[in-house]
């Protein structure tokens, strides 16, 4: 490689870390009141059901994409011991507070999941609230998936939730508008969603406006890219990836059948083969 290709390289990286830093941190804000109804004792129970279906008993779990812990705080009030990575540090600072006010205890690292390096191997993994999605490119996707089967132990389970082709593809609301309610306010956020049928994408682009009475406080916009993918492509790509597939189904639903109205899927996977292991530097972690 030469000079120029390293720097064009190293500068490639960089711009990446930058722009994936600023997906989240002003919405992370707010990331808690929008999904607040969202079912996540039901979903930590499917994640437990699918351990028991699968004759798993793990004791340590890896939450990628652990974002502001809502599954986390969950599932190691239930026993299990949780190691959470994001790249967002407003994500995993709102993280921190739950567990300082549960008084749990969760080891957290600020990360990229495509150069995920922890230096340990983990019972399970997981990778919840679609989070796979937002690796669109396939390079980015195989060096995820190969990191993670690096921290998965022989046996153990990788389970995550992602969007469904069929069903964003058969229709999906190119706007939409929701309303929250603040302590002496109110929220609104409006979702433009533009699909990018060659690159299986769906670029949504959230604008959020914050209001005390009726003055407006807050006013930004961030894009979100997420990928889209069928059932047999998922499986393909796991395969082609060191993974076993053991399960594809409705989310979340172990025994539910994927139809063109399925707009979210759960994969199930266990590592197969041997991992590529660690690096002996891990720069860039950070534990709480």
Not at 140 to 148: A, G, I, K, W
Not at 262 to 269: L, N
Request: with cysteine; proline share 2%; net charge neutral.
């Amino acid at each position: 490689m030469s000079a120029l290709q390293i720097r064009c390289a190293k500068f490639k990286r960089r711009f990446e870390a930058k722009f994936a830093m600023t997906v989240f941190e002003k919405y992370a804000h707010y990331y808690d009141l929008y999904y607040a109804g969202k079912a996540y004792d039901r979903e930590c129970d499917f994640i437990e059901a699918s351990f028991v279906r699968f004759g798993q008993r793990p004791r340590t779990i890896l939450d990628l994409a652990c974002g502001t812990g809502n599954h986390g705080v969950r599932l190691v009030t239930r026993g299990y011991q949780l190691c959470g990575v994001d790249l967002s540090a407003a994500m995993l600072s709102q993280y921190r507070r739950k567990l300082e006010a549960q008084k749990s205890s969760v080891e957290l690292h600020q990360q990229d999941l495509r150069r995920l390096d922890l230096g340990q191997q983990f019972d399970a993994a997981i990778c919840m609230f679609d989070a796979i999605d937002y690796l669109p490119d396939n390079a980015d996707l195989v060096t995820f998936l190969e990191r993670v089967h690096a921290h998965v132990r022989p046996g153990g389970l990788f389970l995550f939730d992602f969007w469904h082709a069929a069903a964003i593809l058969r229709g999906h609301d190119p706007i939409r508008v929701k309303e929250f309610s603040l302590d002496g306010g109110r929220l609104l956020r409006i979702s433009t969603t533009i699909l990018d049928i060659g690159r299986q994408t769906a670029n949504v682009e959230f604008r959020v406006l914050a209001f005390e009475q009726d003055r407006l406080v807050a006013d930004f916009t961030e894009v979100h890219s997420m990928r889209y993918f069928l059932a047999q492509e998922m499986s393909f790509i796991l395969q082609a990836t060191g993974w076993q597939v053991r399960h594809l189904c409705p989310a979340f639903d172990l025994d539910g059948t994927v139809d063109a109205n399925t707009w979210h899927m759960v994969a199930i996977a266990t590592p197969i083969g041997e991992t590529k292991g660690f690096s002996k530097s891990r720069g860039g972690s950070s534990s709480a």
